[in-house]
Antibody
């Protein structure tokens, strides 16, 4: 079964950091572009970051640029998101997502990991 | 960033109804448009990509159309499992922005 499983979420104080991980099973990520998408409680979807299959192209939304860092380890079949200088407004479910170039859409989503930023 | 505007924001419908949701982009995105369904407490699920291509396993009652700036998702005969929130997303330019969502609920 094709699957993405996120981990690393939790409760953190403003200004803190977390490292989110996403492990793929049922396929190898080295053929795929990947993204991180978040959803604040009761709100819509926000695309945060994109990384190409070979990591040569990396993009960030303005809302997270300079604070978030996307990376991948194809040998571990894993994607990561380092999130620093967390703000209350970063509270959300963070989804790992497969975004193949031949589809140009997210065709596989993880179940999400919750990040709560609160003092 | 490209702005995506969906309408309506919510629609009440009955089983068997035809439901149409529209999505407008703030600039030309050709056919780089996807539609997703999200049920409460779950991750979104891809329905349609490239504006009109049905994702594998998605029922044929779902269809998409449009190009440029105006797009439509149609559910030809609403089924009980279709009550959910629907999002459009453009993949023309990063960030791949989403519409604000359309909630389809039971009339």
């Amino acid at each position: 079964e094709v699957q993405l499983v996120e981990s690393g979420g939790g409760l953190v104080h403003p200004g803190g950091s977390l490292r989110l991980s996403c492990t793929a099973s049922g396929f190898t990520i080295d053929n795929y572009e990947m993204t991180w998408v978040r959803q604040a409680p009761g709100k819509g979807l926000e695309c945060l970051s994109f990384i190409s299959s070979n990591a040569n192209t990396i993009k960030y939304a303005d809302s997270v640029k300079g604070r978030f860092t996307i990376s991948r380890d194809n040998a571990r079949n894993s994607l990561y998101l380092q999130i620093n200088s967390l703000r209350v407004a970063d509270t959300a479910i963070y989804y790992c997502a497969r975004h193949p170039s031949w589809v140009e859409a997210v065709d596989v989503w993880g179940h999400g990991t919750m990040v709560i930023v609160s003092s | 960033d490209i702005q995506m505007t969906q309408s309506p924001s919510s629609v009440s419908a009955s089983v068997g109804d035809r439901v149409t949701i529209t999505c407008r982009a703030s600039q030309d995105i050709d056919t780089w448009l996807a539609w997703y369904q999200q049920k409460a407490g779950k991750a979104p699920n891809l329905l349609i990509f490239a504006a009109s291509t049905l994702q594998s396993g998605v029922p044929s009652r779902f269809s998409g159309s449009g190009s440029g700036t105006d797009f439509t998702l149609t559910i030809s005969s609403l089924q009980p499992e279709d009550f959910a929130t629907y999002y459009c997303q453009q993949a023309s330019n990063f960030p791949f922005t989403f519409g604000q969502g359309t909630k389809v609920d039971i009339q």
